[in-house]
């Protein structure tokens, strides 16, 4: 069974950091590019960032570029976030979703499927 | 940017009623990259269709969805007690953004 699973949330005051993991399992980690997904409660969806199978292209949403970072160990088929200089409008749950489709040299083309169950971040002071 | 608007934001339907929900596209979207999701409360999303018509693995043939260029539409026959949730288009042809949702309930 294809499964992931966030952990890493948690309360955080405005400006501190955050790291975000994502386990994957029941498939070939390798061979996918992997997403994150934010949704504030209550509210819409919000793509995030997104890497291919080997890093090799990475992107993000303008309201977190330069202070999110993703990465990933596909090694240990796990998927990361790296949050800095958090805000309070960062607040949301975090999903991690595999993509299907392709990657060019800049971004890839996915949908998401499956998604994990998230991962609540509550940025407050 | 493209835009995806969604309408009506809620549908008060009965069970087994046809559902239509809209989402409309501020710019073409190319080669269909138009998928379809259901989120259930406390759930995460699920891919119901991709490809502007093509459903996920085990989804039933109830939910069809149609369209191209930047009107789009997803329909769901005969509306199952399970079927009334939130549904969100996401277009995938030039970077990646998600519509504002539609609430299917129980009339």
């Known amino acids: 069974e294809v499964q992931l699973v966030e952990s890493g949330g948690g309360l955080v005051q405005p400006g501190r950091s955050l790291r975000l993991s994502c386990a994957a399992s029941?498939?070939?980690?390798?061979?996918?590019?992997m997403h994150w997904v934010r949704q504030v409660p209550g509210r819409g969806l919000e793509w995030v960032s997104g890497i291919n199978w080997n890093s090799g292209s990475i992107d993000y949403a303008d309201s977190v570029k330069g202070r999110f970072t993703i990465s990933r160990d596909n090694a240990k088929n796990s998927l990361y976030l790296q949050m800095n200089s958090l805000r309070v409008e960062d607040t949301a749950l975090y999903y991690c979703?595999?993509?299907?489709?392709?990657?060019?040299?800049?971004?890839?083309?996915?949908?998401?499927?499956?998604w994990g169950q998230g991962t609540l971040v509550t940025v407050s002071s | 940017e493209i835009v995806l608007t969604q309408s009506p934001g809620t549908l008060s339907l009965s069970p087994g009623e046809r559902a239509t929900l809209s989402c409309r596209a501020s710019?073409?979207?190319?080669?269909?990259?138009l998928a379809w999701y259901q989120q259930k409360p406390g759930q995460a999303p699920r891919l119901l269709i991709y490809g502007a018509s093509n459903r996920a693995t085990g989804i039933p043939d109830r939910f069809s969805g149609s369209g191209s260029g930047t009107d789009f539409t997803l329909t769901i026959n005969r509306l199952e007690p399970e079927d009334f949730a939130v549904y969100y288009c996401q277009q995938y042809g030039s970077s990646l953004t998600f519509g504002g949702g539609t609430k299917v309930e129980i009339k």
């Open positions: 029941g498939f070939m980690f390798d061979d996918y590019a």
């Open positions: 710019q073409s979207v190319s080669s269909s990259y």
């Open positions: 979703a595999r993509g299907l489709g392709y990657c060019s040299s800049t971004s890839c083309h996915n949908r998401f499927d499956p």
